[in-house]
């Protein structure tokens, strides 16, 4: 974990201290508080004004049972959490791999970059919260492709019922959620309810939508856990909760047709100007600037994690890595195995120079030797 070390020591989050299980670089830091779900105009702002509209705006079918109908919105909290409110409060398992270093961003022993938004929830519900969403970016380290970006955003919403049995609230929890949908996409549209498993709620599901042909999951749900109740000092025997929690890059992507998640990020006129405030539009692609790959192999050892590589990559690069993929792998006469793996480099707004690219693969492989302590082939 060392090579975070020197990359975080950069400077960031100074209320929170570092300690040796800080795995986070500046790329990420940085990202904290871009709030592009707060930018009107933006496909995940406009997706996620439409969420608010709806829980705000007594759209929500009222709840025909003992729970309250307004709804209060979240949308400024801080993403640096405890560990305990991420995942302890939740009931997940200390072994479980969302937990692990190499799935998600820990700033110290105690603190991580939020996985998802239903960290908020029981600390919300334990302020005495019955009914809320909460909006913001949540953050996990992952491979380098279109669909995947180590910062995306959620929204979680939560709806407490006094002496109510969990059938009775789990109906109620998807019929709220189909009409949510319903008013997003602003049309009728095919959607099915499938089995889940989280480990904070029983019953669960995920709701998947039929668009385009393709069947697209797009949030899970459940009603919470008793223990999760207990941990938000709630009596679960006169107490029952649904919670829910939706991405909405791959909504995003889906509805506005957008092809690559970095685009959300762009700063290109070309991307940011075709959206509008509470519409729906299809994005028109326009040229992209050329793309170029390098491949990098050298030997594996026994520590090596694939996402430690797509992170150092990152904290390289940055958004001008298109994708990194294995390319080959092989064993030698004496079993050590050496694996190749392209890096496609491709700046969202501008064309890279051999240059730029030289320097990028020459960090990337001096990161690789001195901070994976692999040898290069
Ligand atoms: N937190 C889950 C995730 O990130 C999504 C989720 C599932 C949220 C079920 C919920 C829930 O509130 O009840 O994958």
Redesign the pocket.
């Known amino acids: 974990m060392l090579f975070f070390r020197r990359i975080a020591n950069k400077g960031f989050c100074n209320t929170i201290q570092r300690d040796e299980f800080c795995n986070v670089s500046t790329k990420i830091t940085d990202m904290i508080g871009m709030n592009l779900y707060k930018q009107p105009n933006h496909p995940l702002g406009i997706l996620s004004n439409s969420i608010k509209t709806f829980f705000l705006n007594d759209s929500t079918p009222k709840s025909q049972i003992n729970a309250k109908d307004t709804f209060k919105i979240y949308d400024s909290l801080s993403p640096i959490v405890d560990v305990k409110d991420c995942f302890k409060d939740l009931l997940v398992e200390d072994s479980h791999e969302t937990m692990s270093p190499k799935n998600t961003y820990f700033i110290n022993k105690n603190h991580v970059l939020r996985t998802?938004m239903?960290t908020h929830?029981v600390d919300l519900l334990k302020k005495g919260e019955e009914a809320f969403i909460s909006i913001g970016d949540v953050y996990r380290r992952d491979s380098i492709d279109a669909t995947h970006y180590p910062v995306f955003h959620?929204v979680?919403g939560v709806r407490l019922y006094k002496n109510q049995n969990k059938e009775v609230v789990f109906n109620e929890l998807k019929f709220c959620l189909e009409q949510l949908i319903k008013s997003i996409i602003k049309q009728d549209i095919q959607m099915r309810w499938i089995d889940a498993y989280?480990p904070?709620?029983d019953p669960?599901a995920e709701l998947e939508i039929l668009y385009d042909n393709k069947w697209l999951e797009i949030l899970?749900?459940?009603v919470l856990r008793d223990g999760v109740l207990k941990n938000a000092n709630i009596n679960p025997e006169l107490n029952t909760a649904w919670?829910?929690?939706l991405g909405l890059e791959r909504l995003a992507m889906t509805l506005f047709n957008i092809p690559d998640i970095r685009l959300f990020w762009s700063k290109d006129k070309r991307f940011l100007k075709q959206f509008k405030q509470n519409e729906i539009t299809k994005f028109k692609s326009y040229s992209k600037f050329p793309t170029c790959f390098k491949d990098f192999s050298f030997y594996i050892n026994n520590d090596f994690q694939e996402n430690d590589l797509h992170e150092l990559i990152r904290s390289i690069a940055g958004d001008i890595v298109e994708e990194v993929k294995l390319k080959d792998t092989f064993k030698t006469k004496e079993g050590k195995e050496s694996q190749c793996y392209r890096v496609n480099f491709r700046h969202m707004d501008k064309s890279l120079t051999n240059e730029e690219i030289n320097i990028l693969q020459f960090k990337i492989r001096e990161g690789i030797v001195n901070d994976l302590k692999l040898e290069l082939r």
């Open positions: 998802h239903t929830d959620q979680d989280f904070f709620t669960s899970g749900c459940g919670a829910f929690g």
